[in-house]
């Protein structure tokens, strides 16, 4: 896990309470920034306004991802879902 992360984390509610209102807001933008870059699905999670479901499949490929790119493990990855298994149902 990205050590910024972990240390966002790692804030307790009570010190985040008492913080000034610059760094609390700093602290919970960097946050939400953070948990967003995590992983390709939370990032599509995060900017699709709702729209993208985090099918187990797709969490389950996400989190392949980054466990190789964290052991550098990979250097050229081919992934093959079924059609339209990852794309935003219309409404």
């Given at each position: 896990?990205?050590p910024?992360?972990?240390?966002?984390?790692?804030?307790?509610?009570?010190?985040?309470?008492?913080?000034?209102?610059?760094?609390?807001?700093?602290v919970?933008?960097?946050?939400?920034?953070?948990?967003?870059?995590?992983?390709?699905?939370?990032?599509?999670?995060?900017?699709?306004?709702?729209?993208w479901?985090?099918?187990r499949?797709?969490?389950?490929?996400?989190?392949?991802?980054?466990?190789?790119?964290?052991?550098?493990?990979?250097?050229?990855?081919?992934?093959?879902?079924?059609?339209?298994?990852?794309?935003?149902?219309?409404?």
């Amino acid at each position: 896990m990205n050590p910024l992360l972990e240390r966002l984390l790692a804030i307790t509610p009570d010190e985040l309470a008492a913080m000034p209102g610059s760094e609390r807001e700093w602290v919970l933008d960097t946050l939400d920034k953070e948990i967003a870059l995590a992983s390709p699905a939370a990032f599509a999670v995060r900017h699709s306004n709702g729209a993208w479901q985090p099918y187990r499949h797709l969490v389950y490929t996400s989190e392949r991802i980054v466990a190789m790119i964290e052991r550098n493990e990979v250097d050229c990855l081919l992934i093959e879902e079924p059609v339209r298994h990852g794309k935003v149902a219309e409404r």
